[in-house]
């Protein structure tokens, strides 16, 4: 491929991850940091299957196990410690081919730096302009002005991306959730079980985070910009007084552990991750709350997917692009709203009637469909050679078409509104669009790669969404009313009765027999029935997804019932 030369503007998670991608696809690689040193701040992170298995594709993923602790599975849990929702961690891991990992932020930035040649990342280099037609970079290196050309310029920087601002001007800046978060990373070798617990406008959570360390994060609907002259204290006042072990865990925590950040997200969803040479990535291109843990999960997917999708080199950029607008944008616009979703129903709902309602929802879930529910945006593959018989039955978590058409016909804008998927059954998908052109361009076998989970997203879109990942125009806002106003709980209490029928409508799907989903049992992937998945298309011998051997499990040895969904 010999001469194909890849810029990356930032040094974080996702241009990391970007920069590893490429280079492992024979690209040279030039990952532009602003920062003077490069190293991740932040606490511990979540990494859902779906990123492991990204993990895995880039041939770190041993790695990321081996440093991680395998309990982040999850659960929920009320201010009190009840337990409203439980997910077997092990059931989890078995439906989904891998398991869930916490980790401290700074190990997994390691490992992915340390993939990398040691020359190909610059730091106190940051961007001011880029030329998308040319791929010019203009940036300030130590002081001095430097401009750099390349056949492809990756957008990874981040919440505030200058490049996002710069090629989508029309596009409003992040946007105040409505949430203001409290993390750290504490020694805490005693076992704990990952969850969450909601109390009213507020939630708790902690995730093991491997070598006897912990990761705890306190959420609390608040107006933005508040700050404590002790944070730490801020905190205790607020949890202080929740369930074992919260108060032993704070004790724990020295001040200067404590970081506090208000949550923003990209509430008006880009009309294209793509521009020119130029894609966006990560934050940059859909920065979303955390409440599902999947900020830096998308971002892997999208890394591993433009690694996928530039197989071909300089040369097929445009198409490639293309390709990656197509794979990337609905499934990850469609992830930020539903995160958006859980914390508007999780942790900023504050009535009380609407949080009796919810926790009576939840304890009701049969753990069946919370399983589901949790496999829904993790059970995704890297692009691979698609295999038809993936095709015919419903992934987990997703509804069998024909009750979908039913829905639709009587209550419109109900699957819209609960982002439900009409899946890979759906109808045939119009040729793609080149997003430079607008004209349908041919995509090679690469770029043709398999259709993501959330390709079966396209039915619930409104009909003028630009097919193919070409430039149009926004699609729906994240939020369309201001994140904590007068009414919001009434109106979640609404979305509550709407999950009552949609829970009902789910458990449904899940006890008919396949004959009536219109499913064949042997329909299922063979890597599903067995617990193994099918090893990444690029990933080394030893990088594969292999059962987990790693750290201690919280709660005890394999096989123990661990806790269901952790976020944050
Ligand atoms: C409280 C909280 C908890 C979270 N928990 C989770 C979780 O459990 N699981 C999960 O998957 N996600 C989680 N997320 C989301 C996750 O942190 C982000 O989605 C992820 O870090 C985004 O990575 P990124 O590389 O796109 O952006 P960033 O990590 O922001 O990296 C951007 C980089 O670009 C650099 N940069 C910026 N501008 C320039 C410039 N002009 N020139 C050069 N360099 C530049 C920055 O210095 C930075 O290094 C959480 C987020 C928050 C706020």
């Known amino acids: ?172 800046p992040p946007a105040y959730a409505g949430t203001t ?89 880009l009309p294209s991750y793509v521009r020119g040479r130029v894609a966006l990535l990560g934050d940059a291109a859909h920065a979303m709350t955390p409440n599902l843990g999947q900020g830096a999960c998308q971002a892997i997917e999208d890394a591993v997917t433009l690694g996928a999708v530039c197989a071909g080199g300089a040369g097929t950029v445009p198409a490639a692009l293309a390709a990656y607008d197509r794979q990337r944008r609905r499934r990850s616009q469609a992830v930020a709203r539903a995160s958006f979703r859980t914390g508007r129903f999780g942790q900023q709902l504050r009535h009380p009637a609407a949080v009796a309602l919810r926790d009576t929802l939840l304890r009701l879930t049969p753990a069946r469909a919370s399983l589901r529910a949790m496999t829904r945006y993790a059970d995704w593959q890297p692009p691979t050679a698609p295999d038809p018989r993936t095709r015919t039955r419903p992934r987990p978590g997703q509804l069998p078409e024909h009750w979908l058409r039913v829905v639709s016909a009587h209550a419109p804008g109900l699957l819209r509104d609960l982002d439900l998927d009409l899946g890979p059954t759906g109808p045939a998908p119009p040729p793609p669009v080149d997003a430079d052109h607008g004209a349908s361009c041919p995509v090679g076998p690469d770029h043709a790669a398999s259709r993501p989970a959330g390709a079966g997203h396209r039915a619930t879109r409104p009909a003028n969404d630009p097919p193919g990942g070409g430039p149009g125009r926004p699609g729906r806002p994240i939020h369309d009313r201001p994140p904590s106003g007068p009414g919001g709980d009434r109106r979640l209490a609404l979305v509550a009765a709407v999950a009552v029928w949609s829970t009902g409508l789910f458990c449904l799907s899940l006890v008919l027999p396949d004959r009536v989903q219109g499913c064949s049992a042997r329909s299922r992937p063979s890597s599903r029935r067995s617990g193994s998945p099918a090893p990444p298309p690029n990933a080394p011998a030893t990088a594969g997804p292999e059962p987990h051997a790693g750290p201690r499990a919280p709660g005890g040895a394999s096989g123990t019932r661990r806790q269901g969904p952790a976020t944050w």
């Open 1 to 172: 491929m010999g001469g194909s030369d890849a810029v990356v503007v930032g040094g974080g998670i996702g241009g990391l991850a970007a920069a590893l991608a490429l280079h492992r696809r024979g690209w040279r690689v030039t990952v532009l940091e602003r920062a003077a040193e490069l190293r991740e701040v932040g606490a511990g992170l979540t990494l859902m299957a779906n990123a492991v298995r990204g993990l895995d594709a880039l041939g770190v993923g041993a790695a990321v196990r081996a440093r991680g602790d395998a309990g982040a599975a999850g659960g929920i849990r009320t201010a009190r410690g009840r337990w409203l929702s439980r997910v077997d961690a092990d059931e989890l891991t078995r439906l989904l081919g891998t398991t869930a990992l916490g980790v401290h932020r700074a190990t997994l930035h390691g490992i992915l730096r340390e993939a990398l040649p040691a020359e190909a990342v610059h730091t106190g280099a940051e961007v001011s302009d880029v030329d998308p037609e040319a791929g010019e970079v203009r940036h300030r290196r130590h002081g001095e002005p430097v401009s750099l050309r390349a056949d492809l310029v990756v957008g990874a920087d981040g919440l505030h991306s200058a490049l996002r601002a710069r090629l989508w001007p029309g596009t409003p």
């Open 181 to 269: 978060a409290w993390r750290a990373v504490v020694d805490f070798p005693e076992p704990v079980p990952a969850a969450i617990s909601w109390g009213r406008g507020a939630e708790f959570g902690m995730v093991p985070v491997g070598d006897g360390r912990l990761y705890w994060f306190g959420a609390v609907t608040a107006p933005p910009g508040g700050h404590a002259p002790d944070e730490l204290a801020a905190v205790r006042e607020r949890f202080g007084s929740w369930h074992d072990p919260i108060p032993a865990l704070l004790a724990a925590t020295p001040p200067e552990a404590v970081l506090r950040n208000d949550i923003h997200h990209l509430a008006t969803p």
